[in-house]
């Protein structure tokens, strides 16, 4: 992999994010660690619920009062992005690390227009006069893709399509060309067509930008598409964590086996899709041991005891399971 | 917006038509005999014989079918004509005319320190979300919200007039009375306070002034605890929106992510919700008025309750109705000037 | 589902808002079930019989009560209306001068005319300008003005006389323009007994403090000095811990008006939310025009101000609680109304509503069994909520005079009581401050642990709007 020898631009470290709600504590993040190197994408992949989005917010501080971040770090260009004083973090949000969030319908303001919107962040971060933040604006516009952006940019979010919005939120975050955006779930809201246009124009300008991506999702059929490499989440955990190409021929945590078989496939004949039985555990009450034993068909009895530990399974290729040896035979279909 | 704002005027003269069909169905459970005390000045009313009553309810129709019954109402209604007020001692409609005024200032200056302080208070307290000062604001609501306003109003005369003098009750004092009354005093506007800066009378605008803050304290606690109430619970709605997320994403100062994201958005249900129930605040005066003993309409609809006077009651009580619609009017069309969604959609 | 349940409860008494309220609530039911061992209802007359009717306050003392200052009670206005006629007849004609200016430029012109009828002198002279005006006053509809003027009775005169007043501004003019010095002390004394009478309470204080020449604030005073008013009021006696007003314990009424308060409330709440209930679900099940209609007969009757409506419709009904709920039950059932009616428009796109329907269940089964137990609890917290503002109109009304009639056990009604007081000459207030105090206390009490039993619930069951 082309990125394996160059310093990383994002480091999180032992990553613990708690929320603390009336009915108890709730460990979303519970040790997360995982590294983002220049110009690669990395997917966090998981069912909801499973801390992906958290961790996601940590990164940019932006969590609502109920949740803390415990501990570890977040290296960001060789600073702690946790220890950075409120006015500092807020030159980094927009400028350095950019975000963009699941659903375009209510994640632009409704009272503000499109333009007003993109400006706000050129004109803060940039220094630029309304009339350039402007122009910049209808440019970025006409770069997501949207047609007749001298008009829309005057328009406001509902008047415009889903899709659209959603590209008017990728202009958005790129105005300041960060060096990482975060994109949650982007496309998760829309059809399943204007999935694929998203999904294309994103990677279409990660690569004109040179940024890193970091790809939220609980589809591992856009992980597939956009990913360099790969953390899957479960309960606060990365279970497993590793290149793309590797995770997906070889997973070696039943959870991410279970997650590859569910796909339906076309060009396989099954009999019966796939699913992984039970639901996700209560974020209030974990269960002992791993978290994931009770869904687990290979669980024994040490798995409901002890807790198991990342290991390097393959070079590069991690997981958090004691019998990952059991899958060794078992491939994907 | 045109189309929103059409629909709406539509729906007044509708909604208008209906008051008078309730007024009208109320009325009708008096039955003729005190019907006709609407209509006749009681000077003359108790000194008729049983044929000349049975004379003058066939003159005035009380015993025709109820459609042409309404009608006729109906178009007395529509020409000003609402009977006779045997509290006001004159025609219905002049009776609330010459009081108008009265309680017209008085909700004019309770509205604007109203709106203005609950919507701060709610602000504030939904900013500093459990916050010492979101405990304060959040206990002083709920007991404004449950103090009945005659309980406080008494408790306000009792202090600051019966013990400390400050604020008397009525509307104004005796000498400036009799100078208002005096030819010499121009009245313009027929709001005092404004007529006495105009007559130059500084005098009379302070006395009036003083008569005016007892009955505004009354009023403002409840309708701040209402306000409040329903600008916090929304700002803290918008604060847990997605785009306000976004601006901070985007590196924003927390207070321009308030002030400009925020507040624009929390004021849409504050000005539908909160609008609406402030315009009740202009039938909440009659209680005022009656512990401060002020004259206004509201004095005048109780006393005209209490004393049976039939016409006066209703003839009130199609006038506050008809001030609500309008009220709820102008919010519908602020609400389309605050959310372009509406405006433009 | 029951760990969900265990945790809402949890939540629900760990709000401070739910401890305080449901404890306050708790210990009005209690003085509410126990009213008649706290203030037991004996006759004071008979001990060993019942009182008929334990809601009415039982007279303690049937002594007369002391005379309050307010300026719209009409007692203290024939108080001084008696203490200025036997003065009149002592004083000397010029005293009277100031008195006769002072009602001359108060009093309204038409209301002078009955003063003016008794009086040969000045009858004549007002009679001379009347018959100037008779092609006047046949245009303004008198079929024969002159005959009204000419009749020996005085009613025949008043009439005429009141009638151009209120029509001709230049005739009111006229008879306000006598000059009290060139009259007879006849005349005077005629028009300080006769128009005192149409005075304002205060305009009445003027008069009759240029009368007594001293100070009007003082008036109030004056009059208990010289007997002319006798006594002020008891706080405390024997077993009267909260006071006595108008020889009624008002411990005995706060205790009873608990009762009051909970009938009232629950009452009115329990119709008021069935009717929104039915309306509500009618309109959103159905939709289409039914909806329609209802809607819009729910936005009228929206449009006239609760109070208004409740002050109007109790007037008609006539007076007395019932009619009060009454009325605040026709006029209280919209807020359910219209939100159970976005509620059904929400919970009817659900599915399991749709597979009921497919599955051909009839339309009320559908209501009853799946709508209205998914909407049920947005009402409640409504409910709750409403339980505290309705009991504050209601004894707004009764303050009004409306409600609950003189001597019931209602906590509205006995405000009314130290009204007068507050509302008369500065240093009288704090004279009655426990007939304001306690039931206010208690009325406080009562509506801020509905709120806050509302808050608290809505909170638990809402967490979206938790805060």
Same mark, same amino acid.
């Given at each position: 992999?082309?990125?394996?020898?160059?310093?990383?631009?994002?480091?999180?470290?032992?990553?613990?994010?708690?929320?603390?709600?009336?009915?108890?504590?709730?460990?979303?993040?519970?040790?997360?660690?995982?590294?983002?190197?220049?110009?690669?994408?990395?997917?966090?992949?998981?069912?909801?619920?499973?801390?992906?989005?958290?961790?996601?917010?940590?990164?940019?501080?932006?969590?609502?009062?109920?949740?803390?971040?415990?501990?570890?770090?977040?290296?960001?260009?060789?600073?702690?992005?946790?220890?950075?004083?409120?006015?500092?973090?807020?030159?980094?949000?927009?400028?350095?690390?950019?975000?963009?969030?699941?659903?375009?319908?209510?994640?632009?303001?409704?009272?503000?227009?499109?333009?007003?919107?993109?400006?706000?962040?050129?004109?803060?971060?940039?220094?630029?006069?309304?009339?350039?933040?402007?122009?910049?604006?209808?440019?970025?516009?006409?770069?997501?893709?949207?047609?007749?952006?001298?008009?829309?940019?005057?328009?406001?979010?509902?008047?415009?399509?889903?899709?659209?919005?959603?590209?008017?939120?990728?202009?958005?975050?790129?105005?300041?060309?960060?060096?990482?955006?975060?994109?949650?779930?982007?496309?998760?809201?829309?059809?399943?067509?204007?999935?694929?246009?998203?999904?294309?124009?994103?990677?279409?300008?990660?690569?004109?930008?040179?940024?890193?991506?970091?790809?939220?999702?609980?589809?591992?059929?856009?992980?597939?598409?956009?990913?360099?490499?790969?953390?899957?989440?479960?309960?606060?955990?990365?279970?497993?964590?590793?290149?793309?190409?590797?995770?997906?021929?070889?997973?070696?945590?039943?959870?991410?086996?279970?997650?590859?078989?569910?796909?339906?496939?076309?060009?396989?004949?099954?009999?019966?899709?796939?699913?992984?039985?039970?639901?996700?555990?209560?974020?209030?009450?974990?269960?002992?041991?791993?978290?994931?034993?009770?869904?687990?068909?290979?669980?024994?009895?040490?798995?409901?005891?002890?807790?198991?530990?990342?290991?390097?399974?393959?070079?590069?290729?991690?997981?958090?399971?004691?019998?990952?040896?059991?899958?060794?035979?078992?491939?994907?279909? | 917006?045109?189309?929103?704002?059409?629909?709406?005027?539509?729906?007044?003269?509708?909604?208008?038509?209906?008051?008078?069909?309730?007024?009208?169905?109320?009325?009708?459970?008096?039955?003729?005999?005190?019907?006709?005390?609407?209509?006749?000045?009681?000077?003359?009313?108790?000194?008729?014989?049983?044929?000349?009553?049975?004379?003058?309810?066939?003159?005035?129709?009380?015993?025709?079918?109820?459609?042409?019954?309404?009608?006729?109402?109906?178009?007395?209604?529509?020409?000003?004509?609402?009977?006779?007020?045997?509290?006001?001692?004159?025609?219905?409609?002049?009776?609330?005319?010459?009081?108008?005024?009265?309680?017209?200032?008085?909700?004019?200056?309770?509205?604007?320190?109203?709106?203005?302080?609950?919507?701060?208070?709610?602000?504030?307290?939904?900013?500093?979300?459990?916050?010492?000062?979101?405990?304060?604001?959040?206990?002083?609501?709920?007991?404004?919200?449950?103090?009945?306003?005659?309980?406080?109003?008494?408790?306000?005369?009792?202090?600051?007039?019966?013990?400390?003098?400050?604020?008397?009750?009525?509307?104004?004092?005796?000498?400036?009375?009799?100078?208002?009354?005096?030819?010499?005093?121009?009245?313009?506007?027929?709001?005092?306070?404004?007529?006495?800066?105009?007559?130059?009378?500084?005098?009379?605008?302070?006395?009036?002034?003083?008569?005016?803050?007892?009955?505004?304290?009354?009023?403002?606690?409840?309708?701040?605890?209402?306000?409040?109430?329903?600008?916090?619970?929304?700002?803290?709605?918008?604060?847990?929106?997605?785009?306000?997320?976004?601006?901070?994403?985007?590196?924003?100062?927390?207070?321009?992510?308030?002030?400009?994201?925020?507040?624009?958005?929390?004021?849409?249900?504050?000005?539908?919700?909160?609008?609406?129930? @402030?315009?009740?605040?202009?039938?909440?005066? #009659?209680?005022?008025? +009656? !512990?401060?003993? =002020?004259?206004? $309409? *509201?004095?005048?609809?109780?006393?005209?309750?209490?004393?049976?006077?039939?016409?006066?009651?209703?003839?009130?009580?199609?006038?506050?109705?008809?001030?609500? @619609?309008?009220?709820?009017?102008?919010?519908? #069309?602020?609400?389309? +000037? !605050?959310?372009? =969604?509406?405006? $433009? *959609? | 589902?029951?760990?969900?349940?265990?945790?809402?409860?949890?939540?629900?008494?760990?709000?401070?808002?739910?401890?305080?309220?449901?404890?306050?609530?708790?210990?009005?039911?209690?003085?509410?079930?126990?009213?008649?061992?706290?203030?037991?209802?004996?006759?004071?007359?008979?001990?060993?019989?019942?009182?008929?009717?334990?809601?009415?306050?039982?007279?303690?003392?049937?002594?007369?009560?002391?005379?309050?200052?307010?300026?719209?009670?009409?007692?203290?206005?024939?108080?001084?209306?008696?203490?200025?006629?036997?003065?009149?007849?002592?004083?000397?004609?010029?005293?009277?001068?100031?008195?006769?200016?002072?009602?001359?430029?108060?009093?309204?012109?038409?209301?002078?005319?009955?003063?003016?009828?008794?009086?040969?002198?000045?009858?004549?002279?007002?009679?001379?300008?009347?018959?100037?005006?008779?092609?006047?006053?046949?245009?303004?509809?008198?079929?024969?003005?002159?005959?009204?003027?000419?009749?020996?009775?005085?009613?025949?005169?008043?009439?005429?006389?009141?009638?151009?007043?209120?029509?001709?501004?230049?005739?009111?003019?006229?008879?306000?323009?006598?000059?009290?010095?060139?009259?007879?002390?006849?005349?005077?004394?005629?028009?300080?007994?006769?128009?005192?009478?149409?005075?304002?309470?205060?305009?009445?204080?003027?008069?009759?403090?240029?009368?007594?020449?001293?100070?009007?604030?003082?008036?109030?005073?004056?009059?208990?000095?010289?007997?002319?008013?006798?006594?002020?009021?008891?706080?405390?006696?024997?077993?009267?811990?909260?006071?006595?007003?108008?020889?009624?314990?008002?411990?005995?009424?706060?205790?009873?008006?608990?009762?009051?308060?909970?009938?009232?409330?629950?009452?009115?709440?329990?119709?008021?939310?069935?009717?929104?209930?039915?309306?509500?679900?009618?309109?959103?099940?159905?939709?289409?025009?039914?909806?329609?209609?209802?809607?819009?007969?729910?936005?009228?009757?929206?449009?006239?101000?609760?109070?208004?409506?409740?002050?109007?419709?109790?007037?008609?009904?006539?007076?007395?609680?019932?009619?009060?709920?009454?009325?605040?039950?026709?006029?209280?059932?919209?807020?359910?109304?219209?939100?159970?009616?976005?509620?059904?428009?929400?919970?009817?796109?659900?599915?399991?509503?749709?597979?009921?329907?497919?599955?051909?269940?009839?339309?009320?089964?559908?209501?009853?069994?799946?709508?209205?137990?998914?909407?049920?609890?947005?009402?409640?917290?409504?409910?709750?909520?409403?339980?505290?503002?309705?009991?504050?109109?209601?004894?707004?009304?009764?303050?009004?005079?409306?409600?609950?009639?003189?001597?019931?056990?209602?906590?509205?009604?006995?405000?009314?009581?130290?009204?007068?007081?507050?509302?008369?000459?500065?240093?009288?207030?704090?004279?009655?401050?426990?007939?304001?105090?306690?039931?206010?206390?208690?009325?406080?009490?009562?509506?801020?642990?509905?709120?806050?039993?509302?808050?608290?619930?809505?909170?638990?069951?809402?967490?979206?709007?938790?805060?």
């Amino acid at each position: 992999m082309m990125s394996v020898n160059r310093e990383p631009i994002l480091q999180v470290k032992n990553l613990k994010t708690y929320f603390y709600t009336e009915d108890g504590v709730v460990r979303a993040v519970d040790g997360v660690s995982f590294e983002l190197y220049p110009g690669e994408t990395l997917g966090i992949v998981g069912e909801s619920g499973s801390g992906k989005s958290v961790t996601s917010l940590s990164i940019m501080r932006l969590l609502d009062e109920k949740g803390k971040i415990e501990s570890g770090e977040i290296i960001f260009k060789g600073r702690d992005l946790l220890k950075l004083p409120e006015h500092e973090m807020r030159k980094i949000r927009g400028n350095e690390i950019a975000m963009i969030f699941q659903e375009p319908m209510v994640a632009l303001n409704p009272v503000y227009t499109i333009g007003d919107q993109i400006m706000e962040a050129i004109m803060l971060h940039q220094g630029a006069d309304e009339k350039k933040a402007r122009e910049m604006a209808v440019d970025l516009l006409r770069r997501v893709g949207i047609p007749e952006p001298e008009k829309r940019v005057d328009q406001y979010p509902h008047q415009l399509s889903g899709g659209m919005r959603q590209r008017a939120m990728i202009a958005m975050a790129l105005s300041c060309r960060p060096s990482i955006l975060i994109a949650d779930e982007p496309t998760t809201a829309l059809d399943v067509t204007i999935q694929a246009q998203i999904l294309d124009l994103m990677k279409e300008l990660q690569e004109e930008y040179g940024m890193a991506l970091i790809m939220i999702t609980h589809d591992m059929g856009v992980i597939a598409e956009i990913a360099d490499r790969v953390a899957v989440m479960y309960a606060g955990h990365i279970v497993e964590y590793g290149e793309v190409h590797e995770i997906f021929k070889r997973p070696r945590h039943p959870y991410t086996y279970g997650l590859l078989s569910s796909i339906p496939r076309l060009d396989v004949e099954q009999e019966k899709l796939k699913s992984i039985p039970g639901t996700v555990p209560d974020p209030l009450n974990f269960p002992t041991g791993c978290r994931f034993h009770p869904r687990c068909e290979f669980a024994e009895d040490r798995c409901r005891e002890e807790e198991p530990e990342m290991v390097e399974v393959l070079p590069d290729h991690y997981s958090r399971c004691f019998f990952w040896k059991k899958l060794e035979g078992l491939e994907v279909k | 917006m045109t189309a929103y704002i059409i629909r709406r005027l539509l729906l007044l003269p509708l909604i208008l038509f209906g008051i008078t069909l309730i007024i009208f169905g109320m009325m009708q459970l008096l039955g003729p005999d005190k019907l006709l005390a609407a209509y006749v000045d009681p000077n003359t009313f108790n000194k008729l014989s049983n044929e000349e009553l049975e004379a003058l309810k066939e003159k005035y129709g009380l015993n025709d079918p109820m459609v042409v019954r309404y009608a006729k109402w109906l178009n007395g209604v529509l020409h000003g004509d609402l009977g006779w007020s045997v509290v006001g001692k004159m025609p219905v409609k002049d009776a609330l005319l010459q009081r108008i005024p009265y309680t017209a200032e008085l909700a004019l200056y309770a509205v604007f320190p109203v709106v203005g302080i609950g919507i701060w208070l709610g602000m504030v307290a939904a900013v500093h979300r459990d916050k010492f000062i979101d405990h304060a604001i959040r206990i002083f609501a709920v007991v404004g919200w449950s103090f009945p306003d005659f309980v406080f109003g008494l408790f306000v005369l009792m202090v600051f007039y019966s013990w400390l003098g400050w604020l008397p009750p009525g509307n104004l004092s005796l000498w400036a009375d009799e100078i208002v009354r005096s030819p010499q005093f121009h009245h313009y506007t027929h709001i005092l306070t404004i007529d006495s800066l105009l007559n130059g009378r500084f005098d009379i605008f302070w006395d009036d002034l003083r008569h005016l803050i007892g009955p505004i304290m009354t009023i403002s606690w409840l309708w701040w605890a209402y306000l409040l109430r329903i600008t916090r619970s929304s700002m803290l709605e918008v604060l847990n929106k997605e785009y306000i997320r976004t601006a901070r994403a985007k590196g924003l100062d927390e207070r321009v992510v308030i002030n400009k994201h925020a507040k624009r958005n929390a004021m849409i249900p504050v000005t539908t919700v909160g609008g609406a129930m @402030v315009i009740n605040l202009f039938a909440g005066t #009659v209680i005022v008025e +009656v !512990i401060f003993n =002020r004259t206004g $309409l *509201g004095r005048f609809t109780a006393s005209a309750a209490t004393q049976l006077d039939y016409a006066a009651i209703m003839g009130s009580a199609l006038f506050y109705s008809t001030i609500l @619609v309008l009220g709820n009017l102008i919010i519908d #069309v602020l609400y389309a +000037v !605050i959310d372009p =969604r509406i405006r $433009l *959609g | 589902m029951r760990q969900e349940t265990k945790r809402t409860l949890r939540r629900f008494m760990r709000n401070p808002s739910a401890i305080i309220g449901v404890s306050i609530l708790i210990m009005f039911t209690l003085v509410a079930a126990f009213a008649p061992v706290i203030a037991p209802p004996i006759n004071p007359m008979d001990p060993s019989r019942k009182v008929s009717n334990p809601y009415i306050m039982p007279k303690i003392t049937w002594k007369a009560e002391p005379i309050p200052p307010s300026s719209r009670s009409d007692a203290v206005k024939e108080f001084i209306a008696k203490a200025m006629k036997k003065q009149l007849y002592k004083s000397k004609k010029e005293d009277l001068i100031p008195v006769v200016e002072h009602i001359l430029r108060r009093a309204r012109a038409g209301d002078l005319c009955e003063a003016y009828s008794k009086s040969y002198k000045i009858k004549s002279q007002v009679r001379k300008k009347l018959l100037t005006l008779v092609p006047e006053l046949k245009k303004d509809g008198f079929s024969d003005p002159k005959s009204l003027i000419n009749s020996y009775l005085p009613e025949d005169f008043k009439i005429i006389c009141s009638e151009t007043a209120r029509i001709d501004g230049g005739f009111a003019k006229f008879l306000k323009s006598f000059d009290p010095k060139k009259m007879s002390k006849g005349d005077m004394v005629k028009i300080i007994l006769y128009a005192s009478k149409y005075l304002s309470i205060e305009d009445l204080k003027e008069a009759a403090a240029k009368l007594f020449k001293v100070d009007k604030e003082d008036i109030y005073r004056w009059l208990k000095e010289k007997k002319y008013i006798e006594r002020d009021p008891i706080r405390t006696v024997d077993y009267h811990p909260f006071g006595m007003i108008d020889g009624r314990d008002i411990m005995y009424g706060v205790v009873w008006g608990t009762r009051t308060a909970f009938r009232i409330g629950l009452i009115v709440t329990f119709f008021g939310t069935l009717i929104g209930l039915v309306v509500g679900s009618i309109a959103g099940y159905y939709g289409g025009w039914i909806d329609e209609v209802l809607m819009r007969i729910t936005d009228v009757f929206l449009s006239i101000p609760f109070l208004v409506a409740a002050i109007v419709l109790t007037t008609i009904l006539g007076t007395g609680l019932n009619k009060v709920m009454i009325a605040m039950i026709i006029f209280g059932w919209m807020g359910t109304a219209r939100l159970i009616r976005g509620n059904i428009l929400q919970v009817k796109e659900e599915q399991y509503i749709l597979a009921a329907k497919a599955l051909g269940v009839r339309d009320f089964l559908i209501i009853m069994r799946h709508v209205i137990p998914n909407t049920i609890f947005p009402v409640v917290i409504q409910a709750s909520m409403r339980m505290g503002s309705l009991v504050i109109t209601a004894a707004a009304l009764s303050f009004l005079g409306l409600g609950a009639p003189t001597g019931y056990a209602d906590w509205g009604s006995i405000l009314n009581y130290s009204r007068d007081w507050i509302l008369g000459a500065q240093g009288e207030a704090f004279k009655y401050w426990f007939a304001l105090t306690y039931p206010g206390i208690a009325m406080v009490l009562f509506v801020l642990s509905w709120n806050l039993l509302g808050d608290a619930l809505r909170d638990t069951f809402d967490p979206r709007l938790r805060g």
